[in-house]
């Protein structure tokens, strides 16, 4: 298995996807999320002891998580992360970045049609990666997989997809504590582990807020007008008050003809509407 083979494999699968559109809002032939950027790490990068002190104990390794599905003992070197960021569309981008206290319904239901998809997607990456004889693990398939509180941290989980992708190569973290990529901060993240040596990714960034205009000449801070909540000062994100301005949203400011059922929701306001909505800026 070669970067290139995962790299064809990724986008057949995601090419075969039924999940990936808008039907819900009458939009079968519109997409959720565009096709995914691919970066790479090895599965003994020193990084991974990095995040355990800096998170937390909790947070797992590569190893760790794959004993999860298959208990033995396996070498780090032998495995890989293949992490995959999938870019909103620009409609949807276009509409939340029109919306000043409530996410666009295209943002509503992209997140909360987002686990069912992730089961598709990586249902189906894992399948054929077995039938080639590779085990492989998606992190967001491992019933483990939970959020966690970090004593230095607040809110932080087993597994973060966005300091797997700082390590992939594939962006920087923003004020708003959003990850910053070649296609913008509007994306969502999923990692999976494989048994196969893969060559990693080059990170063209030597610090992990480098591509933020901010923290480049203390410019910009247009994330902190966009937050509805007052999460996003120059001090950084509050975590709390974001996450409890779900509920505000969904109980004040409800967009009519939607339901909400069982999703799971996010404001993502300071996502869109930004200079870092589509490209590192
Ligand atoms: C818990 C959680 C939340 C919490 C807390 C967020 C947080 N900052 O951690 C709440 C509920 C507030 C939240 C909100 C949102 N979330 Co959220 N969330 C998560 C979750 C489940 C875990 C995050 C985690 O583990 N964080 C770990 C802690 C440690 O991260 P941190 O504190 O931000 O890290 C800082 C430090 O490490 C610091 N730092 C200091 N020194 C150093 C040194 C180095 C070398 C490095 C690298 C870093 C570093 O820099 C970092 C950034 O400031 C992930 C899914 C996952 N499992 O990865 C999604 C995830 C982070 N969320 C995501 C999204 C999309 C959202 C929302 C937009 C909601 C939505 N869906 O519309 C908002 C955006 C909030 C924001 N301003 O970023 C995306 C990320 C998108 C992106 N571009 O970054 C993720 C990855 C989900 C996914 N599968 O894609 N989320
Ligand atoms: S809006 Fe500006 S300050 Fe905020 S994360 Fe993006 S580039 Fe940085
Ligand atoms: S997700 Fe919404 S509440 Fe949270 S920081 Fe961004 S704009 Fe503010």
């Known amino acids: 298995m070669t970067n290139g083979d995962i790299e ?5 699968v995601y090419d075969s996807l039924e999940k990936n559109n808008f039907a819900t809002l009458g939009k079968q032939t519109a997409p959720m999320w565009d096709r995914p950027l691919i970066g790479i790490t090895t599965g003994d990068d ?7 002190e ?3 104990p909790f947070h797992w390794s590569p190893v760790d998580a794959f004993q999860l599905k298959y208990p033995g003992s396996i070498s780090k070197e032998k495995l890989s992360v293949v992490v995959m960021v999938f870019p909103q569309t620009m409609e949807t981008k276009q509409a939340q970045s029109k919306e000043k206290k409530c996410p666009a319904k295209e943002w509503i239901v992209s997140r909360g049609e987002w686990e069912p998809l992730m089961k ?3 249902g189906k990456l894992v399948e054929r990666l077995e039938k080639m004889e590779i085990r492989s693990v998606s992190i967001d398939l491992l019933p483990e997989f939970s959020t966690v509180r970090s004593e230095k941290l607040g809110i932080s989980s087993k597994w973060s997809h966005r300091h797997t992708a700082y390590l992939a190569g594939l962006g920087t973290f923003g004020l708003s504590e959003g990850l910053i990529t070649e296609n913008g901060k509007a994306v969502r993240i999923t ?3 494989l048994e196969a040596p ?5 990170r063209p960034y030597s610090t992990h807020q480098e591509w933020c205009l901010y923290f480049q000449d203390g410019s910009c801070g247009v994330c902190i007008k966009r937050c509805p909540a007052s ?5 950084g994100h509050d975590k709390d008050a974001c996450d409890a301005y779900e509920e505000v949203f969904a109980e ?5 003809g939607i339901e909400r059922g069982d999703y799971i929701l996010g404001c993502g306001l300071c996502q869109a509407g930004v200079p870092c909505q589509n490209k590192r800026p």
Do not use: C, R, V
Not at 8 to 12: G, R, S, V
Not at 198 to 202: F, R
């Open 8 to 12: 064809q494999l990724i986008n057949e």
């Open 46 to 52: 020193p990084y991974y002891d990095f995040l355990k």
């Open 54 to 56: 800096h998170i937390g």
């Open 120 to 122: 598709e997607f990586s």
């Open 191 to 193: 990692s999976l582990i």
């Open 198 to 202: 893969l060559t990693p990714s080059k």
């Open 231 to 235: 999460a996003i000062t120059t001090e």
């Open 252 to 256: 004040k400011y409800w967009p009519e």
